[in-house]
């Protein structure tokens, strides 16, 4: 049995400005839990500073039967294998799953889909955070007036 706690995000965004999206994500992963899909498995890896993996086992799946789109921050792989590659298929065991299935993953500002591939049941996606050139560290100028100028200015 879970147990339900209702966290209070406020203190966290005392100072800050902009987060907002943040405690929304924060509250959607609380809650994630109550309806956990498991298939199919995945992993994430981070390969470099900026470049993520995702891995997801999709055996007995094409690459007509996955469905990878990404709309805002969200990133959604859809699988559904078709009927007709299993007609006439007198199964003995069925082992391997060919349930439908929907991933959803929550992307964070500026990251990028660089590709996807599909190689011996596995699914790669690539990731990149491509951070923008006004969004980059950048040294701020302190001007410093003379003390002649200070003068002129307060008379």
Do not use: C, W
């Amino acid at each position: 049995m879970r147990n339900t706690l209702d966290f209070d995000f406020s203190p966290l965004f005392r100072t800050t400005i902009g987060f907002d999206r943040l405690s929304r994500v924060l509250d959607a992963a609380l809650r994630a839990d109550e309806g956990v899909v498991s298939y199919p498995p995945y992993d994430i890896v981070q390969v470099g500073d900026e470049k993520y993996r995702i891995s997801m086992a999709v055996a007995g799946f094409n690459q007509g039967d996955i469905e990878i789109e990404l709309k805002e921050d969200t990133l959604t792989v859809k699988g559904a294998r078709g009927k007709d590659a299993e007609e006439g298929d007198n199964f003995l065991y069925r082992g391997i799953a060919a349930r439908s299935f929907e991933r959803r993953f929550q992307l964070a500002d500026n990251i990028k889909v660089t590709g996807a591939d599909l190689h011996d049941g596995l699914l790669h996606i690539e990731l990149e955070r491509e951070v923008p050139e006004e969004k980059k560290p950048r040294v701020i100028e302190i001007r410093s007036d003379s003390p002649k100028q200070i003068a002129d200015q307060a008379a």
